[in-house]
């Protein structure tokens, strides 16, 4: 089984704004469009308070991510 490792950051106000924008950001590397597109990742995310006015938190994203193909 082979794996791939994607980091990404993002800035985000909230919880469900964090969540939404990992699932999305993992669902368009992975170009794939089903209900749970997060079933073949395991990722961490890493809070930090934002010095960005308009963003409360920073986020680092460090996942991987599992060719079951």
């Known amino acids: 089984m ?3 490792t994607y980091k990404f950051d993002f800035l985000a106000n ?11 950001k993992i669902s368009t590397y992975m170009d ?4 749970n597109p997060l079933r073949y ?3 961490e995310t890493l809070v ?8 409360r938190y920073q ?3 460090t996942a991987r ?3 079951d193909n």
């Open 48 to 55: 930090t308070d934002s010095n960005d006015a308009k963003h």
């Open 14 to 24: 909230n919880k469900f704004e964090i969540e939404e924008i990992v699932k999305k």
């Open 41 to 43: 990742v395991s990722y």
């Open 59 to 61: 986020i680092q994203v």
């Open 65 to 67: 991510i599992r060719d």
């Open 32 to 35: 794939n469009e089903s209900d």
């Open 2 to 4: 082979s794996s791939v």
